[in-house]
């Protein structure tokens, strides 16, 4: 925005379609929730479906965002501020989608495993898929085998997302995928990993589809998986 016009107050419903979206995309950059909430509900009510709301104003605003925070330019707080930005656009959304009957792009069980109790990466996974279209369902911290299982089997899930930060915990990854072969169930989900302490072999080695190092590349292979099975 130029400097003449920071001044000036926005008003949102005075906007036309086209740059009130634009609009939204630099207010959920910025983690404006009630200005994303506001900016949902006048679409909403100018007749747009909520299925093009989240696509054209949340979801490409997220694209956005998770570009920049591969790249560096954002960091976790700011990402977390329009993660909880666009959550506030969602919970206006969330309702319609279901009345709808709109499918989302896919279901993700996410959580971290046995032993660990960090969640601000699996957090902001859960958020970024959240974004892209995917409906998550976080089942926290500290999880055994059986209990993924049983969350990918009880939501349907498409994938499975596994989040470890400690060196310790790591090995327990491959004890839920041998669970998972063991039981028959592998092939019938997408499993991913990550954790600081992960790389791309330690993910091969334990029989993940993919490591992600970060939450926008948890994003990309999510739907490149997903695309690659249908």
């Known amino acids: 925005m130029t400097d003449e016009y920071k001044d000036e107050d926005i008003i949102l419903s005075e ?3 086209n740059e009130l979206v634009e609009q939204m995309h630099d207010d959920l950059y910025d983690g404006l929730a009630d200005e994303i909430a506001e900016g949902t509900q006048i679409l909403i009510d100018r007749g747009w479906s909520a299925s093009r709301v989240l696509k054209e104003a949340l979801v490409d605003g997220m694209a956005i965002i998770g570009v ?7 960091f976790v707080p700011e990402v977390l501020m ?15 989608l ?10 993700m ?34 999880i055994d085998a059986d209990t993924y299982i049983a969350a990918a089997q009880e939501h349907q899930a498409n994938i499975l997302g596994m989040s470890a930060l400690l060196t310790t915990t790591m090995p327990y990854m ?28 330690f993910g091969e080695s334990v029989g993940a589809d993919a490591y992600c190092r970060d939450a926008a590349t948890a994003v990309d292979a999510a739907k490149a998986l997903m695309a690659a099975a249908s």
Request: glycine share 14%.
């Open 98 to 107: 279901s009345e709808t009957g709109i499918e989302p792009v896919g279901k």
């Open 15 to 17: 906007l036309p379609d």
């Open 82 to 96: 329009a993660a909880n930005a666009m959550k506030a656009g969602m919970s206006i959304l969330k309702p319609i």
């Open 174 to 201: 491959k004890v839920v995928i041998d669970t998972m072969v063991e039981r028959g169930v592998r092939d019938d989900y997408i499993v991913l990993v990550g954790g600081a302490p992960l790389n791309e072999e």
């Open 109 to 142: 069980v996410i959580g971290t495993v046995k032993g660990d109790i960090h969640d601000i990466g699996k957090n902001l996974v859960g958020m970024m898929m959240e974004g892209a279209g995917f409906e998550v369902i976080d089942i926290g911290i500290n």
């Open 68 to 74: 920049d925070f591969r790249d560096g330019v954002l």
